[in-house]
Every structure is written in structure tokens, then in C-alpha cells.
Nanobody, 119 residues
Framework: VQLVESGGGLVQAGGSLRLSCAASGFTLDDYAIGWFRQAPGKEREGVSCVSSRDGKYSADSVKGRFTITSDNAKNTVYLQMNGLKPEDTAVYYC??????????????WGKGTLVTVSS
């Protein structure tokens, strides 16, 4: 099982980025895929999650700005981030688990991609 994130970078406040999480060794039907983020000095927090069994979830802090989608043909999950704010600055990770859950409940993790939002 492998997860590889991409798409991070530096963007001005109000801008957009699209993160990708390419999965291998399993199909998206097998696991829930979640996006998490960790800012310096803070705990890792859940951002959005998608599961073929449970649907989609997003944290209140990103609802209306971030959208999670999946492309089964490419075995890839995307996180479209619009209206970015400086407080969205963090390393973003994707993770796979049996269910959409907190970070401790996810089984496999990517190495992360850095998103920096300048004011």
C-alpha cells in the first residue's frame, strides 16, 4: 500500500490549490481516504474524507472552501482548496483506513505535501 501526495506549494491568500493523493496497492473501494493537515506546533487534524461506504465529510473550518473528490479510474483522490487563508498553512497528508476517522484510526499514510498561504 502506498500513498503519494502532490500539488502543494506557495499561494497568496484567497488563491487555490489542488492536492492529489495517488494510491497504489489497493483500490479506492477498499479504503476510506482522508486528508489531514498539521501546522507547526499543532496536532494533526482531519480536513476531509471520502469513502465509498460512508460518503464525504469535511471539517467545519473548510466547508464551502475545500472539496474532496475521487477518480477511481486513476485511483486518485483530490482536494480542491479555494479561498485559502494563512491559517490553512500546514503539511497536508492523505491517509487510508477502514473508515473515515481521526488520525489514530487511519492505517496508511503518505509523506505529505507542504501548503503555504501568504497574507
Amino acid at each position: 500500500v502506498q500513498l503519494v501526495e502532490s500539488g502543494g506549494g506557495l499561494v497568496q491568500a484567497g488563491g487555490s490549490l489542488r492536492l492529489s493523493c495517488a494510491a497504489s496497492g489497493f483500490t479506492l473501494d477498499d479504503y476510506a481516504i482522508g486528508w489531514f493537515r498539521q501546522a507547526p506546533g499543532k496536532e494533526r487534524e482531519g480536513v476531509s474524507c471520502v469513502s465509498s461506504r460512508d460518503g464525504k465529510y469535511s471539517a467545519d473550518s473548510v466547508k464551502g472552501r475545500f472539496t474532496i473528490t475521487s477518480d477511481n479510474a486513476k485511483n486518485t483522490v483530490y482536494l480542491q482548496m479555494n479561498g485559502l487563508k494563512p491559517e490553512d498553512t500546514a503539511v497536508y497528508y492523505c491517509a487510508a483506513g477502514d473508515y473515515c476517522s481521526h488520525a489514530n484510526g487511519m492505517n496508511y499514510w503518505g509523506k505529505g505535501t507542504l501548503v503555504t498561504v501568504s497574507s
